[in-house]
């Protein structure tokens, strides 16, 4: 833990009386407008295994892609970890973050000091937003696609994601992964609880971050994820790492 701090969500979701459902998009807007911003803006975040790992890998697999003068979207940005990761190791690229939560993007000119002049920032729910059509040569998420609400909600972003990007274009998104199976799941979600208890939480932090993980997180399977990508277009789509319940997609549009 040396040169990290322990520093993660508070929020633990729904009150008690209503533990067993998910929660709605308001009280996930009202956390997210309620927590710090120093734990949505920190490089390394301690309860995420191999954070940096992802974070490179989604700038390695877009210099697949890369052009001057690249125009890239960051949807769900939040402050734009994922965004200042791409613009240390990308020149010439502007960045387009869009998230719901003010809170989180006043946060972004802090975390993307270097780069003045390089991003924008849209306040809007990335599930409804939208732009024009070949308008992006990249999509980047980062841990925010979770909060979709079922199948036809994926199924509606991917397809827009497709429309919004140029030919050829890339979707790339690291995030949270169900299993193909409930029993699976548990599987991804121990090897998740043995890492926390390597990385020295206690029983109670650990259980903790795993009900904020049930009560707001409501991620696809590797073959949903799939499946719903090609439907919508795509020519391409692949998982191209997992560890635990956490993985790296994309989308190739060609």
Known sequence: ????????????????????????????????NNETAELYSQKNPIW???????????????????????????????????????????TDTNI??????????????????NFKGQYSCVKDDIFHVDFEPNSYHAVISSFSIHHGRGELIYSKLYKSIYKWLKNPGIFLCCDVIEGDNPKLSKLNEDGWRHFLK????????????????????????????MKLLIESG?????????????????????
Do not use: C
């Open 198 to 225: 390597l990385k020295k939480f206690s029983d109670k932090e650990i259980n903790r971050i795993l009900s904020n993980y049930h009560r707001e997180d409501n991620p696809l399977s590797i073959r949903q994820h």
């Open 234 to 254: 795509f020519n391409s789509a692949d998982f191209i790492w997992k560890k635990y319940n956490f993985g790296i997609y994309l989308g190739i549009k060609n």
């Open 1 to 32: 833990m040396k040169n990290h701090k322990k520093i993660t969500p508070k929020y633990i979701g729904p009150d008690v009386s209503t533990k067993n459902r998910k929660m709605t998009k308001d009280e996930i807007k009202y956390r997210f």
């Open 96 to 113: 387009n973050l869009v998230d719901f939560s003010e809170n989180m993007l006043k946060e972004v000119p802090n975390v993307l000091s």
């Open 48 to 90: 995420l295994p191999n954070f940096e790992f992802m974070f490179n890998t989604i700038v390695e697999t877009l210099q697949l892609y890369y052009q001057s003068n690249m125009l890239i979207l960051d949807l769900g940005a939040g402050t734009g970890n994922l965004s200042r990761k791409v613009l240390e190791n990308l």
